[in-house]
């Protein structure tokens, strides 16, 4: 499935539709959307974005330097014990990590697309996060 993804993505690129993309490998111990909520009190939950986000930071270091997006969507492979909807909790954090530096904002009006696939082929505890800039926008506002 990865490579007919893959494949799909080159073609979008080469009519123009995409542009950039830069990816962000991330091995460890995966947040889960229902770990997040199960927490009780907002401290916890905020001490358990607060250590994704210094995971996430330390991934992003490279990439602020060198790269903007305005527009962008994101592609998350991954291989670990959850269930795809509960990816989800990692996404938000990856995506919140990215604003102001990489992307300007994660409103509706910059973010276009999330997609989301359990690769099996991945090495254990691997969550691949796919920046993807999106050139041309049928829904410019």
Request: charged share 35%.
């Given at each position: 499935?990865?490579e007919v993804i893959t494949r799909l993505l ?79 909790g990692m996404e938000k954090v990856f995506t ?6 990489i992307i300007e904002n994660d409103g509706k ?33």
């Open positions: 499935m990865r080159r073609f979008l690129i080469k009519l123009g539709i995409l542009g950039r993309s830069i990816g962000f490998k991330y091995q460890g111990e995966s947040l889960s959307l229902n770990k997040f909520y199960s927490q009780g009190h907002w401290s916890e939950r905020n001490e358990l974005k607060k250590d994704s986000k210094e995971k996430f930071d330390i991934l992003l270091a490279k990439a602020k330097k060198s790269s903007r997006f305005d527009k962008f969507c994101i592609v998350i492979f991954f291989n670990n014990r959850l269930d795809v909807d509960n990816v989800v919140d990590c990215l604003k102001g530096t009006r910059f973010f276009k697309g999330l997609t989301i696939w359990y690769d099996p082929s991945l090495p254990k505890q691997t969550t691949e996060f796919i920046l993807i800039e999106i050139k041309k926008d049928d829904y410019d506002d």
